[in-house]
């Protein structure tokens, strides 16, 4: 099977799913769920829009909030190493979970692994 992007090799059913199991996992996460809003719903409608784009699918993201300049938009917000470990982990369960595996999910993982990294604005022990 070839695929033209890896957004069409994942493909929205299965993409929207993993972002609705994320969510669930960071609402239970006692360094994340602080951090975030109480009703996710908003977050995770973006974070759809977001990924469809980051892996190659539609500019949802974009069409509708412009430019997405992740870093900028995390600043009010204190992400420590720490919230970065807990982020991807309830990323890798969520991958579990929906059952995401093989190359594509080790693509992934890794990329979102170095945006997540990226994200950190914070040192430990200062939130
Ligand atoms: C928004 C935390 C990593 C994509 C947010 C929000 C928080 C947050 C608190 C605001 C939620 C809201 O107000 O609705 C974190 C933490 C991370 C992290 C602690 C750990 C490193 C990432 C990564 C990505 C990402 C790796 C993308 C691959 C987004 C997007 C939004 C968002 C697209 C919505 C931005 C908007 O308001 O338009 N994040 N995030 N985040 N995050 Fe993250």
Redesign the pocket.
């Known amino acids: 099977e070839s695929f033209h992007t890896p957004y069409d090799a994942i493909g929205e059913e299965l993409l929207w799913q993993l972002v609705d199991v994320f969510y669930s996992k960071v609402q239970k996460h006692p360094l ?1 769920a602080p ?3 109480e009703d996710l719903t ?2 995770a409608r ?2 759809k829009q ?2 469809t784009q ?1 892996l190659g699918g539609p500019s949802y ?1 974009t069409d509708e ?1 412009g430019h ?1 300049m ?1 870093r900028a ?2 600043l009010p ?1 204190p ?1 420590t190493p720490s ?2 470990k807990a ?1 991807l982990a309830c990323m890798a369960e969520a991958m579990d979970e929906v059952g995401l595996q093989g190359e594509f999910r080790d693509f992934f993982y890794s990329r ?1 692994e170095l ?2 990294k990226h ?2 604005n914070t040192p430990e022990g200062k939130t």
């Open positions: 994340l951090i975030f809003p908003e977050t973006k974070q977001f990924l980051y993201y909030h997405p992740l938009r995390h917000f992400i919230h970065a982020w979102l945006t997540a994200m950190v």
